[in-house]
């Protein structure tokens, strides 16, 4: 038979060790009872709380059964599907502003602009070493010292030559890319073939066989070097801009080209035309002929000659 301890502490009686208010509850108010130890705590609607916790976890389950199936889980895009999409769809445009005439134009701008630059750099390094050399030669023929005025003169030597070396080269170059044709002047040609042939002469002059005390190629070539760049870059870059300046076979033509195909045809069908002429003798043969054409509907007329490009 258990016993129960009564006593009072602060005007309280306690049972078990426990203070019991003397006061009875409030009408209307629930009086849970405190559980033994280790029972589980009832929720509100009776059930305990391990009980309420597996419901909602059951309940999470069957939602997410329900979401797993559906099929906008699978054929949603990541972020790196996005991305790559993204990605593709630029270059995509890029592609086709590339086949933009305009864009071609303003592409081909900038490569004559690099081989301008890249072939103006390598010309002027060509006459400066030229320069130096001339200026020995002069020097030496002059049996000039740095005291002596035309010692330090003779540096202006090579540049005075170079002038219209580089005036020509500005011309045919500008033409070759603005205008489309070359400038085929024989005059021009005889005048920038001596100007480099002094140039090469004076570099090489103390250095030639019969002239040197002890002819040595190698000597010989090395100062010939600044000369041979410039007469190779000269010639070489008014034709690459000649190049670029054409036009791609889809732009438009010259408003004559049929005037100009015809005569072709024509010349072929006498004999003047080879059938087997290359694009320069076909824009030779035009231009005895016909008068001035421009070098891009030379060689188009040369390509629909030989079947590459449709009229």
Not at 7 to 23: A, C, D, F, H, K
Not at 266 to 294: F, M, W, Y
Request: charged share 20%.
């Amino acid at each position: 038979m258990t016993t129960t301890d009564q006593t009072s502490t602060n005007g309280y009686p306690q049972v078990n060790g426990r203070p019991q208010p003397t006061t009875p509850p409030a009408a209307g108010t629930a009086v849970t009872a405190v559980p033994a130890s280790g029972s589980a705590v009832s929720s509100g609607n009776g059930e305990s709380l391990r009980v309420t916790r597996l419901r909602a976890k059951v309940a999470e389950a069957r939602g997410i059964v329900e979401l797993q199936g559906d099929p906008a889980l699978t054929e949603a895009d990541t972020d790196r599907v996005l991305t790559e999409r993204r990605k593709a769809a630029e270059a995509y445009k890029l592609h086709k502003l590339g086949q933009d005439p305009a864009r071609k134009a303003l592409r081909d701008n900038r490569v004559r602009r690099a081989v301008a630059l890249v072939g103006g750099a390598g010309l002027v390094g060509a006459l400066g070493w030229s320069m130096a050399n001339v200026q020995h030669t002069v020097v030496t023929g002059q049996q000039l010292t740095p005291a002596d005025a035309g010692w330090w003169l003779a540096f202006l030597v090579e540049p005075v030559v170079s002038v219209g070396l580089l005036m020509i080269f500005g011309v045919r170059a500008y033409i070759a890319a603005t205008r489309g044709y070359s400038i085929t002047d024989s005059r021009l040609r005889r005048v920038e073939l001596t100007l480099l042939g002094i140039t090469l002469t004076v570099n090489s002059w103390l250095f030639l066989p019969f002239v040197a005390d002890h002819f040595d190629p190698l000597q010989l070539l090395v100062h010939s070097i600044g000369p041979v760049v410039a007469v190779l870059l000269v010639t070489v870059i008014p034709v690459l801009w000649q190049y670029l300046s054409e036009g791609a076979d889809e732009s438009p033509a010259d408003p004559e080209f049929a005037k100009w195909m015809a005569l072709a045809r024509q010349l072929l069908a006498d004999g003047v035309l080879s059938p087997t002429a290359s694009g320069n003798a076909t824009e030779r043969a035009l231009r005895e002929h016909a008068g001035k054409v421009s070098t891009a509907t030379a060689r188009r007329v040369h390509r629909c000659l030989i079947g590459n490009v449709r009229l």
